[in-house]
């Protein structure tokens, strides 16, 4: 089963999308491996003024689990731990949301 999704956040200031721009530049070891072994395939992120999106595809049996093994891994709360602090979540996320998810409206193969 493959799962499409799209998220939204916004950067905190002009300075945090350059960090952030240097950061995914060269991800911290382990990052991208964990990634891709919760699943996670065709992974973008791009920038619009104060605005990230992030589409990814995730192929695999249970979404939960994978993205539970992905935050307990210390490269990814490393990576975490730098990055966050460069966003803000949108004011109307939903509840336990740090990047908003987004409906998709359309999709063509």
């Not at 350059?18 to 950061?23: G, S």
């Not at 919760?38 to 049996?61: D, Q, V």
């Not at 109307?92 to 908003?100: A, L, N, V």
Request: hydrophobic share 40%.
């Amino acid at each position: 089963m493959v799962r499409r999704f799209g998220d939204m956040i916004k950067i905190k200031s002009p300075e945090d999308l350059e960090a952030y721009k240097r950061w995914h530049a060269a991800p911290m070891p382990g990052v991208n491996e964990m990634i891709k072994a919760c699943g996670l395939k065709n992974y973008s992120i791009y920038s619009r003024g104060e605005y990230l999106f992030a589409y990814y595809e995730w192929e695999g049996e249970d979404f939960e689990a994978d993205m539970a093994k992905m935050a307990a891994d210390p490269n990814t709360q490393a990576w975490w731990d730098v990055v966050k602090p460069l966003m803000q979540p949108l004011f109307d996320r939903s509840e336990g949301e740090f990047w908003s998810g987004m409906e998709e409206v359309y999709h063509l193969d």
